[in-house]
């Protein structure tokens, strides 16, 4: 199967046939945007220091150098996803206010962000976490770096990526969440785990 | 060496130590990967332990850390009565968690809580997190070195049952967290469970349980056996690498016990993830050192 490679603006027909379970890499520009800024925008009714329309955000914050030599040029040096879940207060309006398509994290996300994928067409991804050396080596430049005074991990740095992934779709645009499936599985299989472990276990007689 | 050289020797190993503990995993958990990637069937497993392999050959290769989240430095130390430095540790090991942040570099992770404001050196108030354990008739130094990440310490969790609940009730409080916060934590998970009296003991014990080398076992033998039976449980729950459903789901299970009251069972569960960045370093009185967990490491 040929690589499947998503290229911002990315456009709602994009995401069409794309689903949950499949592997994409996205070529492009992807901002790292992960809990203040996200609360900035929707809580605080901030304006964001970057256009996201057709855009791409990535729930990381990573580690960062100064090109030697200048002051505001910058080189990602590791770079992965952080817990998605953390953003599932403020991912649907998110989506809505800024015309997102593509957010790259870590782990899965609730039923508001599934509808905010639904309703205005956008994706949720997982990149491995802890591969966030193989990460920071597709981000050709850090072309710009907003909200500054949010520190290291929480700027928003903005880069240029050649085929950043492999990227899991765990929510797609038809309403479909890998992680919340899987999560039916995984508890029926618990509770068999549970009563099975603890038929061993009377130690208190 | 005076006492000056000495803590600056150690200084700068500890430092190194941190560096190259960011880039490369320790031993068992490397060879307990390449184990479980060999056994991983399921599709998605498979892409994500390729990439996590090519990952780590990548970081060692252009000398970065494996992982952005570097953590919060915790230490762990079996410090000899004797040890010539015992005074001055602290101070040495802030001193090259600040410098270690500088040469690796380490991401700031350092937020001090009521003002919230990054440090930005990663040490803060009460930060690293030291814990003593003072050895009598002894001049050597035995130090753990972990880094929390944000990831697999959100799972955490320590409350106090009432022995009505038995050790089944420990057994549906770890299985709820695998499948509910687990699942994040970036699996295969190492799992560390405290089984003592109160929330704080049972803490403490669940976090050295993760310091443990993988593989090993609880001395007593109904421990040795629940840490099989939960391993074997939560594999077969098949959250998979990254949770994405797959073979392996856990890299071991340690159990660390205490006594308890009669009247409560305190447990606790800490996870590290699959990137767990450990160390174990032993010094001397002259400070020769040798680290244990990263043979062949040089510094």
């Keep these: ?205 | 060496m005076n006492k000056q050289s000495l803590g600056i020797h150690m200084k700068d190993t500890i430092a190194k130590l941190i560096s190259y503990s960011s880039k490369v995993l320790p031993d068992d958990i490397y060879t307990k990967l390449e184990e479980l990637r060999a056994k991983e069937s399921d599709r998605l497993g498979i892409i994500i332990f390729d990439t996590m392999f090519e990952n780590q050959a990548l970081a060692r290769k252009l000398d970065r850390p494996c992982c952005q989240d570097t953590g919060i430095l915790q230490f762990f130390i079996n410090c000899g009565a004797d040890f010539p430095l015992i005074g001055e540790l602290e101070q040495l090991l802030k001193e090259a968690v600040v410098l270690a942040t500088d040469t690796a570099p380490l991401r700031h992770n350092s937020v001090e809580t009521f003002d919230e404001y990054n440090t930005g050196t990663n040490i803060g108030r009460r930060v690293p997190n030291i814990f003593w354990d003072i050895i009598p008739n002894s001049d050597a130094c035995e130090i753990y070195t972990y880094m929390a990440g944000g990831g697999c310490t959100l799972p955490g969790k320590a409350m106090v049952l009432m022995p009505g609940a038995g050790y089944e009730g420990l057994v549906k409080f770890v299985l709820d967290i695998m499948t509910s916060y687990g699942l994040n934590a970036c699996p295969p998970l190492l799992v560390g469970i405290g089984v003592a009296t109160s929330t704080e003991t049972a803490a403490l014990l669940s976090k050295k349980a993760l310091l443990r080398p993988l593989g090993t076992h609880n001395d007593n033998k109904k421990a040795a056996q629940l840490e099989t039976l939960l391993e074997d449980g939560i594999n077969e729950i098949g959250l998979g690498p990254q949770g994405v459903s797959g073979s392996s789901s856990v890299m071991g299970v340690h159990i660390e016990n205490a006594a308890r009251h009669p009247s409560t069972i305190g447990v606790a569960v800490n996870v590290g993830c699959w990137s767990h960045r450990k160390s174990h370093i032993k010094f001397d009185k002259d400070l020769n050192y040798k680290i244990i967990s990263h043979k062949g490491a040089v510094l």
């Excluded at chain 1, 994290?105 to 639904?118: D, N, P």
């Design chain 1, 1 to 205: 199967m040929d690589k499947r490679i998503l290229t911002t603006p990315i456009r709602s027909e994009d995401l069409e046939d794309i689903n949950i379970g499949d592997i994409i890499y996205l070529r492009g520009h992807i901002t790292t945007c992960r809990d203040v800024a996200h609360r900035r925008l929707i809580a605080a009714g901030r304006e964001l220091p970057v256009d996201l329309d057709g855009g791409a955000i990535f729930h990381a914050g990573p580690i960062v150098r100064t090109v030697e030599g200048t002051e505001d040029k910058f080189e990602m040096v590791s770079v992965g996803p952080t817990t998605s879940m953390r953003m599932e207060t403020f991912e649907k309006e998110f989506i809505e206010v800024t015309g997102v398509k593509l957010i790259v994290g870590k782990g899965g996300m609730g039923e508001r962000t599934m509808k905010g994928c639904r309703d205005f067409k956008a994706l949720h991804c997982i990149f491995p976490a802890g591969c966030a050396v193989v990460a920071a080596v597709s981000v050709e430049e850090i072309e710009t770096a907003g909200w500054r005074d949010l520190g290291m991990p929480e700027t928003l740095w903005t880069c240029r990526v050649k085929e950043f992934g492999p990227l899991i779709v765990s929510i797609d645009t038809h309403g479909r969440n890998l992680f919340e499936e899987n999560k039916v599985v995984f508890n029926e299989r618990k509770e068999q785990a549970a009563e099975k472990i603890c038929k061993n276990v009377s130690f208190i007689k």
